[in-house]
């Protein structure tokens, strides 16, 4: 299995254009890895998690036909992860060649801003619409998935997702803080080959921060996936979603990181599972 990291930034993008900070100043001059767009990443090439403002640029860069994606699944409606006005861009008449609807998973307020943004006539046509609910597993055209809760947004369902497919499993696990005691249940006894997570945050002195998770957040989660062997044999924990808050450079963070065998992830890199 292939999963492909199209974006790895915050909501900013890492440089943030705006900023003169010194981590956005540094990002610019070394540029490389340092740069990164909005975060999502693509299974196979048919499934899609989180849909930001970046995905023409990334299908660009990398060459992919999003025509070719089955299965959209957006994790919540923060303006990094979904970017719903250019699923226009698939509507009938806009592009050619299509021969099966792309359909898109995710909580009430996403399905709910997709409809309106798209016309209704190409519903069942270019697009079907799922609304998914915490913990209730669905079977999509590639996968089967289940919902998890994430703690980031207060007034939003923010999902994360556990994906079953072709025998591995994978956890997609941003945006989120230390996860919700709920989603901890459903992880334990689980046996995870990929567990991609929210690294926001350089240090932050908290081993179990809210909204986001930072460096000691990270290396708390990986020894409970230790204490409860949620991590397959080979199993790996990739992280992801870097702010140029944090500071820290792609250097700074796999600095942090290599000792305990967890990789960082840049727009680009592939892992074959
Ligand atoms: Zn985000
Ligand atoms: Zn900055
Ligand atoms: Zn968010």
Known sequence: MKVHFLGTAAAEGFPNPFCKCQACVKARELGGRNIRSRTSVMIDEVLKVDFPPDTFFHAT??????????????????YDHYNP??????????????????????????????????????????????????????????????????????????????????????????????????????????KIDLAILDCTGAYNGTKRSRNHMCIETILEVQRVFQEESILNEGGQIIVTHFSHNSGFLHEEFEEAFTPYGIKVAYDGMIINL
């Not at 009938?92 to 307020?109: K, Q, S, V």
């Not at 270019?126 to 597993?137: A, E, G, I, S």
């Open 85 to 190: 006005g250019d699923l226009y861009n698939r509507i009938e008449g806009f592009a050619h060649g299509i021969n099966h609807p792309l359909h898109i998973y995710g909580n009430d307020l996403a399905m709910q801003g997709i409809m309106r943004e798209l016309p209704h006539s190409q519903v069942g046509k270019r697009f079907v619409y799922h609304r998914v609910l915490p913990f209730k597993q669905i079977e999509t055209q590639t996968a089967k998935v289940t919902p998890l809760l994430a703690d980031h947004d207060q007034l939003e369902t923010c999902l994360l997702f556990y994906i079953e497919k072709d025998g591995k499993n994978i956890l997609y696990g941003n945006d989120t803080g230390w996860f919700p005691e709920d989603t901890w249940e459903f992880l334990k006894g689980k």
């Open 61 to 78: 860069r990398d060459g992919i036909d999003l025509g070719e994606v089955q299965d959209l699944l957006i994790t919540h409606t923060h």
